[in-house]
């Protein structure tokens, strides 16, 4: 078995994910007017989609359960696929909508099953690196498929840019069924042992933590277009640069967040929301002028997805004993403060209390994950060698 190449298809799904996911951001003002909604409507097909990854992922990767984790991840990116050509394919906005949800479901468990996969093909040292190469495919949407989709759905149509997004479903679905390795049977869960392993205090504060992490990111990153816009005084051509280097950010940090997680998962947790929190309280100064801007949105890139890999294992670390329900669960985790950081960040506007009081706020949320990490640092030590995979 090629350990990379395994990993490479696994980041190929990811990468097909994170295109399908952000892209109808950029998309909002064409999807609304090619299918006669207002833009609030239009982003309703970006909140349907959370939501299917919330409520799908656990009941996803429960059914999936029984049967080995390849047959599972390449039929996840099938039914990602059949989302992406149903979107296309979709007549209307209603049919666009339910089309969204059916690619939603794929989401949640892949991410979930994946990390397990990931974890099982590299030695207990490196596992946290494994996962973090699996993520770099999301990290890289960020800077190559989003925008690419966004340009294709802005010359050609939105339908040409999800079916070029299937078309990532396919590559991605003969590279896991080539390069993954067979894996025997799984087994039935025993669901009601499962959740009770869910509701234990420290899974909980383990997810908790990730929806603190992901709704500090989220918070700013929402509105970080107007943020630049005001405080900034950026016009649209550098805002776009901004939001390239983000994903640049997002790479970087990923990659480092894997090694140091590997190293001491508690620990890398914590001064990664340490330094999300300094960045976030010193970007509103160093965003006055567009040198600073672009140093800060860098080191907030990259802070953010550093937290990604720690975050991920500590919630399969928490829950060893049904690690891919826990993981599945932590990638909606990462929605719900998705959801959070921008309904903060719109309630601070709406305050009337400014832009720069949107990283401030994010900022507030570093320090309710540090409290969470400090609860239960006492545990996190004697889990580090326990076997996720």
């Not at 239009?42 to 656990?58: E, F, K, Q, R």
């Not at 010359?155 to 390795?181: E, K, S, Y």
């Amino acid at each position: 078995m090629n350990t990379r190449l395994a990993l490479l298809a696994l980041a190929v799904g990811a990468f097909g994910i994170g295109t399908t996911e952000f892209s109808p951001m950029g998309l909002l003002p064409v999807l609304s007017t090619d299918l006669h909604v207002s833009v609030p409507a239009a982003g309703m097909l970006v909140t349907a989609y959370a939501l299917g990854v919330m409520a799908g992922a656990p009941v996803v990767t429960l059914l999936l359960a029984r049967f080995p984790r390849k047959a599972s991840l390449v039929a996840l990116m099938g039914v990602f696929t059949i989302g992406n050509v149903m979107s296309a394919l979709a007549p209307g906005y209603d049919t666009l909508l339910i089309a969204r949800v059916v690619t939603s479901l794929a989401h949640g468990a892949f991410f979930g099953l994946g990390s397990i996969e990931a974890a099982s093909l590299v030695a207990p040292a490196r596992r946290a690196s494994a996962i973090a190469s699996m993520f770099m495919g999301l990290t890289i949407a960020n800077i190559f498929g989003v925008p690419t989709a966004t340009w294709v759905g802005e010359a050609i149509g939105w339908r040409m840019a999800f079916g070029a997004t299937a078309g990532l479903g396919v590559l991605a679905m003969a590279m896991a069924q080539l390069a993954l390795p067979a894996g025997g049977e799984g087994k039935m869960p025993a669901v009601r042992q499962e959740l009770r392993v869910l509701v234990r205090p420290e899974v909980l504060r383990a997810l908790a933590t990730t929806v603190m992490g992901a709704g500090a990111m989220f918070t700013l990153y929402t509105y970080i277009a107007p943020v630049l816009a005001h405080v900034t005084g950026a016009g649209d051509t550098f805002i776009t640069a901004m939001l390239a280097l983000v994903g640049v950010g997002f790479s970087i940090g990923n990659a480092i967040g894997g090694k140091m997680a590997d190293r001491d998962l508690t620990r890398s947790t914590t001064l990664f929301l340490v330094g999300l929190g300094v960045i976030m309280l010193a970007l509103p100064w160093a965003a006055l002028t567009h040198v600073g801007a672009t140093i800060a949105i860098l080191l907030w890139g990259a802070a953010t997805f550093a937290l990604v890999p720690p975050l991920q294992m500590r919630v399969m670390q928490a829950a060893h004993e049904a690690p891919g329900l826990a993981s599945s669960i932590n990638i909606g985790a990462f929605n719900m403060g998705n959801a959070l950081g921008a309904a903060l960040g719109g309630a601070v506007l709406s305050a009337g209390l400014g832009f720069p009081a949107v990283s401030y706020a994010g900022a507030a949320l570093t320090l309710v994950g540090l409290a969470l990490v400090w609860m239960g640092r006492s545990r996190d030590g004697s889990r580090s060698a326990v076997d996720v995979a």
